[in-house]
């Protein structure tokens, strides 16, 4: 199951990013994979305040995890641009961190391959002059079912 989007400006990437916090569910992996200033915080921060979360949103760069405790689920936001070996996931402690009651969003999955959980939903942001594309796949039947309720295919 893959879907895509076209997102003209930050208002649609936010709006898109409620839209898919309408359907989710605790122990969902969701991998963010786009370049530098793709949109993927402002995804996350359109995925919170789709949950009805007031509080500020800030990227998790220098923490690698900000965690949002919301009325159904915990929703950890993981930012791993600065990790430099995949094994500093373990040494950072996160280890059991889908343990299926929380939900995970994670940029830069590639800086700790091998270690992470396996996504559900990949989410590819691209930048297309001053838009954005974004591209959901499925990667596990439970991902897909998670897309067939919030994305039309394409």
């Known amino acids: 199951m893959r879907c ?11 709006e898109f990013g409620a839209q898919l916090a309408q359907k989710l569910v ?6 963010l994979e ?3 200033g793709a949109g993927k915080t402002t995804l996350v921060r359109g ?13 998790p ?20 641009y600065r990790m430099h070996d995949p094994r500093e996931w ?3 402690g996160f280890r059991d961190v ?9 940029e830069w999955p590639e800086k700790a391959a091998g270690w992470l959980p ?16 974004v591209e959901c796949e499925a990667q596990s039947p439970r991902g897909t079912q998670y897309l067939e309720t919030c994305c039309t295919p394409c």
């Open 4 to 14: 895509t989007r076209h997102l003209a400006d930050e208002a649609a990437t936010l």
């Open 26 to 31: 605790p122990g969902l992996t969701l991998y």
């Open 34 to 36: 786009g370049d530098l």
């Open 47 to 59: 995925v919170l305040r789709g949950q009805g979360y007031k509080g500020r949103v800030k990227s």
């Open 61 to 80: 760069t220098y923490t690698l995890v900000e965690t949002y405790s919301l009325s159904a689920f915990e929703l950890y936001h993981f930012d791993l």
């Open 90 to 92: 373990l040494d950072a």
């Open 98 to 106: 889908n343990d299926g009651q929380a939900v995970s969003l994670i």
């Open 118 to 133: 396996p996504p559900d939903v990949v989410i590819r942001l691209r930048i297309c002059d001053d838009s954005r594309e």
